[in-house]
């Protein structure tokens, strides 16, 4: 009975700063809603936050999605210039976790022999059709619409 209670007591003490942030981003979404001065900056402020940790870690800038996807409302609920919050910090965090596989000297192994292969035409093709359907997207409809699907 004592472990049970001592293990409940561990794990509420470290859920409740995710409660709490949970809250703060909540308040601050509202807040941005009544003044969009204020979500531009929230916005600006998570993702320098994201860049930061993601350069200590990259596992991270990942905690900054997962908590954003737990949060729910699609990445809404802060936006800069109709780009959701989502999709910027997906962004990042694949852009730095990317930036970070190509410095890496074991990595250059792994690209020299990946460019070598026959996996290479079915990556270039796959590519190609999103790079098609990016482009198909941005001639029929609005282009933020294109870049936001």
């Not at 919050?85 to 690209?111: A, C, G």
């Amino acid at each position: 009975m004592l472990i049970k209670r001592k293990k409940s007591k561990e794990f509420i003490q470290g859920i409740r700063p995710m409660i709490y942030a949970f809250f703060v981003f909540t308040l601050l979404s509202i807040l941005g809603y009544a003044w969009p001065i204020i979500s531009n900056l929230v916005f600006c402020l998570i993702i320098a936050a994201a860049i930061y940790f993601s350069l200590i870690k990259i596992e991270y800038g990942f905690l900054f999605l997962i908590f954003e996807f737990l949060i729910g409302h699609e990445g809404h609920l802060f936006e800069l210039a109709g780009l959701s919050l989502r999709l910027s910090l997906f962004l990042v965090v694949m852009l730095i976790w990317f930036v970070q596989k190509i410095i890496d000297k074991k990595q250059r192994r792994f690209f020299a022999q990946f460019i070598e292969s026959p996996g290479l035409v079915l990556f270039l093709v796959f590519f190609f059709v999103i790079i098609l359907g990016l482009l198909q997207g941005m001639i029929a409809h609005e282009p933020i619409f294109a870049i936001k699907d």
